[in-house]
């Protein structure tokens, strides 16, 4: 059975605070930003400004 919820911390010195707990280990950008990589070719502004026109126009 699977629990659906967040984990959570308690931290008494500070009145019983409850924070959200870590559920990611700590990463460098250099562990992590080959998957930025981008294989077609790069957008232009104007293609970026066509197709944010486009999605305010279907919405």
């Not at 104007?46 to 486009?54: P, S």
């Amino acid at each position: 059975m699977k629990k659906v919820g967040v984990k959570i911390e308690v931290i008494p010195e500070v009145g019983d605070l409850l924070k959200p707990s870590n559920f990611f280990s700590v990463t460098k950008l250099d562990d992590v930003a080959d998957c930025l990589k981008y294989p077609g070719k790069s957008k232009t502004l104007e293609d970026m400004d066509n197709a944010i026109r486009k999605g305010v126009k279907e919405s």
